[in-house]
């Protein structure tokens, strides 16, 4: 095909392609573009650092947590959040090998009002409805409760996943968590992070009480958190205490295996005193092999359980 020249085109077609061409050269080789140039290869770079101030500044904002608040802890997070989760108030589904598919919680009471904002990745914090003082206190007065009785057998040490908190840790683990660290509460807001089975995140996400870790995505974001890692919300009275330590009870079991309120253990003789009005020891059995994860019941060994489970 031959090349169309310029003396080829039809006149109200080569004015206005010289008019553009002839300004575009004029423009290029004014002061005005020169000075433009300039003014914007000063500005750019100054935007960029008020930008990064301000954001860097809001990370040191968020309070101590597992990432050190330097310039370099700060350039991780921020790698981090490029391949964090978009929503982290989308529940996990349970994976088919994890037994029992159901988990500790059958149900919890809706939170009441909205969603609290939460900023950050490690550390990551509410920034509204935080716990007021008095509040928290019988917040950690129940965990050291729990921590008190010796048949739960929990410890209270630094969190492992914090560095900076008081955490509860299991002298049993079954489902393989940092050391054994069931959940550490934030005294600056209230609010906790814990290791659920993916059935009791997801009643915790759907009435409103917690959401996802941005990074608890499975893989290779094991090394930083579970994949069933929660953000709790801080509670905000004395009632929403209670509903906090219900899940960390879950949390507990999850993790252990122990039922601190023993109410697992109970659920399960009704079901098995009620299979076996139906059918028999055998299905008495099989519904005992099938729940033994979630109680003490004899017989039971934590160790085919914590093979089948895997780690969290």
């Given at each position: 095909?031959?090349?169309?020249h310029q003396?080829?085109?039809?006149?109200?077609i080569?004015?206005?392609?010289?008019y553009?061409?002839?300004?575009?050269a004029?423009l290029?080789?004014?002061?005005?573009?020169h000075?433009?140039?300039r003014?914007?290869?000063?500005?750019?770079?100054?935007?960029?650092f008020?930008?990064?101030?301000?954001?860097?500044?809001s990370?040191l904002?968020?309070?101590?947590?597992?990432?050190?608040?330097?310039?370099?802890?700060?350039?991780?997070i921020?790698?981090?959040s490029i391949?964090?989760?978009r929503?982290?108030c989308?529940?996990?589904p349970?994976?088919p090998h994890f037994?029992?598919?159901?988990?500790?919680?059958s149900?919890l009471?809706?939170?009441e009002?909205e969603?609290?904002?939460?900023r950050g990745?490690?550390?990551?914090?509410q920034?509204?409805q935080?716990s007021?003082a008095?509040?928290y206190?019988?917040?950690?007065?129940?965990?050291?409760?729990?921590a008190?009785d010796?048949?739960?057998?929990?410890?209270e040490?630094t969190s492992?996943?914090?560095?900076?908190?008081s955490?509860?840790?299991?002298?049993?683990?079954?489902?393989?968590?940092?050391r054994?660290?069931?959940?550490?509460?934030?005294?600056s807001?209230g609010s906790?992070?814990?290791?659920?089975?993916?059935a009791?995140a997801?009643?915790?996400?759907?009435?409103?009480?917690?959401?996802?870790?941005?990074?608890?995505?499975?893989g290779?974001?094991r090394r930083?958190?579970?994949r069933e890692?929660?953000l709790?919300?801080a509670?905000r009275?004395?009632?929403?205490?209670?509903?906090?330590?219900?899940?960390?009870d879950?949390?507990v079991?999850?993790v252990?295996g122990?039922?601190?309120?023993?109410?697992?253990i109970?659920?399960?003789?009704?079901?098995?005193?009620?299979m076996?009005?139906?059918g028999?020891?055998?299905?008495?059995r099989?519904?005992?092999q099938?729940?033994?994860?979630?109680?003490?019941v004899?017989?039971?060994?934590r160790?085919g359980?914590?093979?089948?489970v895997?780690?969290?």
């Amino acid at each position: 095909m031959e090349l169309l020249h310029q003396s080829s085109l039809p006149s109200f077609i080569i004015s206005p392609i010289s008019y553009l061409y002839t300004d575009s050269a004029l423009l290029t080789t004014s002061p005005t573009y020169h000075l433009l140039i300039r003014f914007l290869t000063l500005l750019i770079p100054v935007i960029a650092f008020l930008y990064l101030y301000r954001d860097y500044q809001s990370f040191l904002s968020l309070g101590p947590g597992g990432t050190p608040s330097t310039p370099l802890g700060y350039a991780k997070i921020k790698i981090l959040s490029i391949v964090s989760l978009r929503n982290p108030c989308r529940p996990l589904p349970v994976p088919p090998h994890f037994r029992p598919q159901n988990g500790y919680l059958s149900s919890l009471p809706r939170r009441e009002g909205e969603r609290p904002v939460v900023r950050g990745i490690a550390p990551q914090r509410q920034q509204t409805q935080k716990s007021p003082a008095g509040v928290y206190e019988i917040l950690v007065e129940k965990l050291r409760e729990l921590a008190r009785d010796p048949e739960n057998k929990l410890v209270e040490r630094t969190s492992c996943f914090e560095k900076h908190s008081s955490g509860l840790f299991t002298s049993v683990p079954l489902t393989r968590t940092c050391r054994g660290e069931i959940c550490h509460a934030h005294p600056s807001d209230g609010s906790l992070h814990m290791t659920l089975h993916p059935a009791d995140a997801k009643v915790v996400i759907e009435n409103e009480w917690g959401e996802r870790h941005p990074l608890a995505k499975g893989g290779w974001f094991r090394r930083f958190v579970p994949r069933e890692f929660v953000l709790v919300y801080a509670p905000r009275s004395d009632e929403e205490v209670e509903t906090v330590v219900r899940i960390v009870d879950a949390g507990v079991w999850w993790v252990s295996g122990v039922d601190v309120r023993k109410e697992r253990i109970e659920n399960l003789e009704k079901e098995q005193r009620r299979m076996k009005d139906v059918g028999g020891e055998n299905v008495t059995r099989e519904v005992s092999q099938k729940e033994c994860w979630a109680c003490r019941v004899h017989g039971c060994g934590r160790g085919g359980v914590g093979r089948m489970v895997g780690d969290a």
